[in-house]
């Protein structure tokens, strides 16, 4: 329960008269947002106190010089915890290097406090942030990811009090994490890429909590499916020596319970463990006391999922497990912006739902990226069931970071695995994306496996992209393909993944941040062929990658985000741009195939064979050349020698690829069949890269036969159409991508040779 905060009273003067900004866009929790008590939920779902009393709500505001002092007068009201940028605010403005931000609002401590510590405590404030109480300072933090707390206890009155906070936040213009927020006009306007509007000041909630002199701090939990037990150490403050004893509960029964010295490791033993899954995101509650002797001084309630993450051999393959079982991750790529709130969601219902988007299309594992979520976000991926991949917000783009800018980074890294290492949603660590900021990556990636030995690591997402530089260590390796899906191979070492692909884009009149200035790295010209191509890719990987080795892909990606067109539901969130019942089949279709792989096609290199159409009503028809062009046409046992030869292949070990193929002619050695501007034809190899990879061909299994997927442009496929022979793309924009019978065009049966 949330303590009222009696005497109250004197609010803001002005407060009556604050109202919010309009916004360029408003989602459906736009309107939601009260005055006064604005995200109004404990906000620390894993360590919780009965007792508390939330600050959210109408501050006085003030904007001055980055070095000023305190100001004489706060002539402003902002809404916290939204950032002064945003229209929830009731700021709306620009923040750069040279503005410093103030906040000052009046408490009092509620009397049935009395005998206890009062903390004071920040979810996020970006980003170097100073507190005062009745005129005293009580802290400094740096960090605009990671929570903070000061016992404010010896500065209060006993009365009215006042809290005095300033925030400097230099941007991209400092050295420290900023992920993708840049100094730009807070109004929508054309530009900005990928990157988008900054978030200054305080973005999560604020509030009072008493506590005991020695009390819990943080409970670091670790599941153990070896011997069935959950491992809890219990951080405490002003409890060294003290014991702690931990309860491990389910519908009210307790499973499990164990006392150890406090800041030691406790094995709760957890019987029968009933596991967590994206499919049966089940969550035990758990309890920590923290003992003097048999009295309890302190306690915090909790829970955990039972489950464990690692990297495996399987069926030789490297791949991810959870639960000791390979399952494929299919997740999109999630900024967390707000076109009303920018970082922070307008309501709790809001931060749920697109993880609850996730789930509703088919997803079972989300990207945060180089964003951290408040700690509800993680509760809501926990209880509904979504594997996280957590980067850690970049330094900006294009810049040496500093050894103090390094220093600062890696604390709040540090920081911020303490606060969500007991998520059992959260799977991986990303350190580095794209070589922004990047610096010893090998180093980092095997500092942070150490610091959290639990959990996968990912040294670089996207090492071939941008001037990264891949530590070459990690669980994983990462690649960015757009549109996609590529080869992204596995090695003895690490397992493969897609950790940016897609970026399909398509524009909702009335529901674009800057009408006309939207952008995706692949236009859509309608919702159904946003849908064919998406699926497209989704089966692509299901058919090609998959079982070539990858393990994981992220699609770029959830929303639009501001000019950013590539979402999957718009930016306000008022529309879903795709078949969300049909998106969830290819996603469940690619996860089931993961559990249940098909065997391998092979195709015996060395032989001649003859392809023959599988569509109904052209199974006559073979695979030929003529003139150098592919083509198909009837064949027969009267046909000529000459076209009988035309239509059958040697085939070889893939020219690019030893575990793909190459189809060389009958008739001319030496010459094979390869894809050129996505017509199919026959030519001589030149020996260069280009021609071998345009002439290998790839197995995928179809119905009667196989299908040929180029290695160069994995998800095309060799297709017949109108008898000419073509790369195909399923969703694609020519004629020769045509939905219709694409399948079946696209399956070949392979066959004794014309001409052995």
């Not at 463990?273 to 969550?283: E, M």
């Not at 290492?421 to 900021?437: C, F, T």
């Not at 020519?734 to 019978?741: E, I, L, Q, R, V």
Request: glycine content about 10%.
């Amino acid at each position: 329960m949330s303590t009222a905060l009696t005497g109250i009273g004197s609010a803001p003067a002005g407060a009556a008269s604050w109202a919010p900004k309009p916004s360029p866009m408003t989602t459906p929790w736009t309107g939601q947002v009260p005055v006064d008590k604005p995200l109004p939920e404990y906000p620390r779902p894993q360590l919780t106190r009965p007792d508390w009393a939330n600050l959210n709500g109408i501050w006085d505001f003030a904007v001055t010089g980055r070095d000023a002092g305190q100001p004489a007068s706060f002539p402003d009201q902002i809404r916290v915890p939204f950032v002064a940028e945003s229209t929830l605010s009731g700021i709306q403005r620009k923040i750069t290097e040279n503005d410093k931000l103030w906040y000052k609002r009046a408490f009092t401590v509620p009397t049935d406090w009395n005998g206890r510590r009062v903390e004071l405590n920040f979810g996020a404030s970006d980003w170097q942030t100073t507190v005062w109480v009745n005129g005293v300072q009580v802290g400094a933090h740096k960090g605009g990811f990671d929570s903070f707390a000061y016992d404010i206890t010896p500065q209060l009155n006993g009365g009215t009090n006042t809290v005095v906070v300033s925030v400097y936040d230099p941007t991209q213009t400092g050295g420290q994490a900023v992920g993708k927020q840049r100094i730009n006009e807070v109004q929508p306007h054309s530009g900005g890429g990928i990157f988008y509007t900054a978030a200054s000041g305080i973005w999560q909630t604020v509030w009072l909590e008493p506590v005991a002199t020695a009390h819990i701090t943080r409970l670091d939990m670790t599941p153990n499916l070896g011997d069935s037990t959950l491992r809890v150490k219990v951080q405490g403050a002003s409890a060294a020596g003290r014991s702690a004893r931990v309860t491990v509960s389910s519908g009210g029964s307790v499973v499990g319970t164990a006392t150890g010295t406090i800041g030691s490791e406790i094995s709760v033993p957890v019987p029968s463990a009933h596991l967590w899954s994206p499919d049966d995101p089940f969550l035990y509650d758990v309890k920590a006391e923290l003992l003097d002797g048999p009295a309890v001084t302190d306690a915090v309630g909790s829970y955990a999922g039972m489950r464990s993450i690692a990297v495996a051999k399987v069926d030789n393959i490297l791949r991810p497990v959870l639960n000791g079982k390979f399952v494929f991750q299919t997740g999109t790529l999630d900024q967390g912006y707000w076109p009303d709130g920018i970082y922070t969601a307008p309501t709790d219902a809001a931060l749920k739902s697109d993880l609850q988007a996730h789930k509703d299309l088919g997803f079972n594992m989300v990207r945060k990226h180089i964003k951290v979520e408040p700690q509800r976000w993680f509760y809501w991926a926990d209880k509904l069931g979504l594997l996280v991949w957590q980067d850690m917000p970049a330094m900006d783009t294009g810049k040496t970071p500093s050894t103090a800018a390094r220093t600062q980074w890696e604390a709040e890294y540090h920081a911020v695995i303490d606060q969500h290492r007991s998520s059992p949603s959260l799977v991986m660590w990303v350190d580095e994306n794209e070589g922004w900021g990047q610096y010893d990556q090998a180093r980092i990636a095997d500092e942070v496996k150490a610091y959290d030995p639990s959990r996968l690591v990912n040294n670089m997402s996207g090492v071939n992209c941008c001037g990264s530089v891949d530590g070459g260590n990690g669980d994983v390796i990462d690649n960015h393909i757009y549109v996609g899906p590529g080869n992204t191979a596995p090695t003895s070492t690490r397992a493969a993944v897609l950790g940016e692909f897609g970026g399909l884009g398509y524009k909702v009149p009335g529901h674009e941040w800057f009408p006309g200035g939207g952008f995706s790295y692949e236009d859509q010209a309608s919702v159904s062929a946003l849908n064919n191509r998406f699926v497209g890719l989704l089966d692509s990987i299901r058919v090609g990658q998959l079982p070539a080795g990858l393990s994981a892909s992220v699609y770029t990606e959830i929303t639009d985000v501001e000019n950013e067109a590539n979402g999957l539901l718009t930016y306000d969130r008022q529309v879903v741009k795709v078949d969300a019942a049909r998106v969830k089949a290819a996603n469940q279709a690619l996860i089931n195939a993961s559990r249940n792989p098909a065997p391998p096609v092979t195709l015996p290199t060395g032989q001649y064979k003859s392809l023959r159409v599988t569509t109904p009503g052209y199974t006559d028809k073979y695979l030929r050349h003529q003139d150098a062009l592919a083509f198909t046409a009837v064949v027969g046992s009267t046909s000529s020698a000459l076209l009988k030869s035309d239509a059958t292949w040697k085939i070889v070990t893939g020219l690019a690829n030893s575990n793909c193929y190459s189809l060389e002619s009958r008739n001319y050695p030496g010459e094979y069949l390869r894809h050129r501007d996505f017509r199919v034809r026959r030519d001589a190899n030149d020996g260069s890269a280009l021609f071998k990879a345009d002439a290998t061909w790839c197995t995928v299994s179809g119905t009667g036969g196989v299908r040929l997927s180029s290695v160069n442009l994995p998800g095309s496929y060799l297709r017949h159409i109108d008898s000419e022979v073509w790369l195909a793309t399923p969703g694609g924009t020519h004629a020769w991508d045509n939905p219709a019978t694409f399948t079946e065009d696209t399956t070949w049966a392979v066959q004794a040779p014309w001409a052995p």
